[in-house]
């Protein structure tokens, strides 16, 4: 006993181990900036990967890590040339692959998909890649190929919660809501603690119109990943959708305040529910504070909703640039602006009009859009 105790005084004043040797290498640098990337420090990350690039500037994978931690800091102009010059040294499927999500980030559809398809000519088993590309090609509306691109994956990964949620997805935009359920049940049974999945079914139920199972599935999102915004905002519209007013104000404010400043969608619908509750007013100042606040294109697609539900732009003007819209998302904004409209005429008591509103915004297709189900639940109120 006193050995031992005598031996543990001596290790006590021994002097500690020495500190590692920082980084020497390009590859090294690269490591230390990937560690720094996976414990959610992206500013370090680019410190590491700017020594790395100084040390060898044709080391590939010290553009592409500095690409993703650019990504990650919202910078994606840089992130794309970072990605470009990871692809021009070493063009690997990885690297297309990781553009290509860049491109999707600037809704660079195309782009995204054209890279996705050079990814799988380098490796046609890239599972990964499958599931991105038919993500973008259903974000572009080719619901048929997306359909192809998840049967691919399925057939390499049979036991891929997101395949399962993939397929779910095309079906419910192809108004299949029970192969969609089917699809969705297929994921949570491989991954049942997943928020998202149980998120996804939710959104299913709410557009098949079974509002309890809809709520029951967002709450038990909820209870497993309480603080993702998104689940408490898809709550709260079909709350909305229920008319539960008073249920869907507490979702849309969790959402704001769990979201960034920037994210329209829970404060436009605050004010849908607010005016519901006689608080019109009140809510449209609300909103003007925000738009001035709000740090974003000044003639986006937000900013002219929000213009349009607190008076300083006109419905013609409104919806007139709602159908001059080019690009990606297209669909959804022209469904979103439909949805808006008819909601204000309702409020304003104009029924009429609103239903035609209601169904303009059916007309788009745009069934990925949310609007698209809450335009769909409001003419089914209307038409009880």
């Known amino acids: 006993m006193l050995l031992e105790l005598l031996f543990a005084a001596v290790a006590a004043f021994q002097d500690p181990q020495p500190a590692p040797p920082p980084p020497s290498t390009a590859a090294e640098w690269t490591r230390s900036g990937d560690g720094k990337v996976d414990a959610g420090d992206p500013d370090a990350a680019l410190q590491d990967y700017v020594k790395a690039i100084g040390l060898d500037p044709k080391y590939a994978p010290a553009w592409n890590g500095r690409a993703i931690a650019r990504q990650k800091k919202g910078d994606l102009d840089g992130a794309l040339q970072d990605f470009t010059r990871a692809l021009e040294l070493e063009p690997t499927d990885v690297y297309y692959r990781n553009r290509a999500s860049a491109k999707r980030q600037q809704s660079d559809l195309r782009g995204a998909i054209t890279d996705l398809s050079k990814a799988l000519e380098i490796n046609p088993k890239y599972v990964e890649a499958f599931i991105a590309r038919a993500t973008a090609r259903f974000a572009a509306d080719d619901l048929e190929g997306s359909m192809s691109d998840f049967r691919k994956a399925l057939e390499l990964d049979a036991r891929n919660p997101d395949v399962y949620r993939g397929m779910a997805y095309v079906k419910k935009d192809e108004g299949d809501y029970d192969g969609a359920l089917a699809d969705i049940g297929k994921a949570i049974a491989l991954a049942p603690d997943s928020a998202g999945l149980h998120a996804s079914r939710g959104l299913i139920n709410a557009y098949k119109g079974e509002t309890f199972a809809s709520l029951k599935d967002y709450t038990k999102a909820i209870e497993l990943s309480p603080n993702e915004m998104s689940h408490h905002y898809f709550r709260g519209c079909v709350y909305q959708d229920s008319q539960k007013w008073r249920e869907a104000l507490v979702d849309f404010r969790k959402a704001a305040e769990l979201s960034s400043p920037q994210w329209e969608f829970p404060r436009l619908r605050m004010w849908l529910v607010r005016a ?39 419905e013609r003007d409104f919806l007139r640039a709602a159908d001059a819209e080019i690009g990606a998302g297209t669909k959804g904004r022209r469904c979103q602006a439909y949805y808006f409209a008819g909601e204000k005429r309702l409020l304003d008591g104009e029924r009429f009009a609103a239903r035609d509103l209601f169904k303009r915004a059916l007309s788009t297709e745009a069934r990925n859009w949310r609007d698209f189900g809450s335009a769909q639940a409001e003419l089914a109120t209307m038409e009880k």
């Open 276 to 314: 519901r509750l006689g608080e019109r007013e009140a809510a449209t100042q609300d909103l003007k504070a925000w738009l001035l606040l709000r740090k974003g294109p000044a003639n986006d697609a937000a900013a002219r909703v929000a213009a349009y539900l607190t008076g300083s732009l006109s």
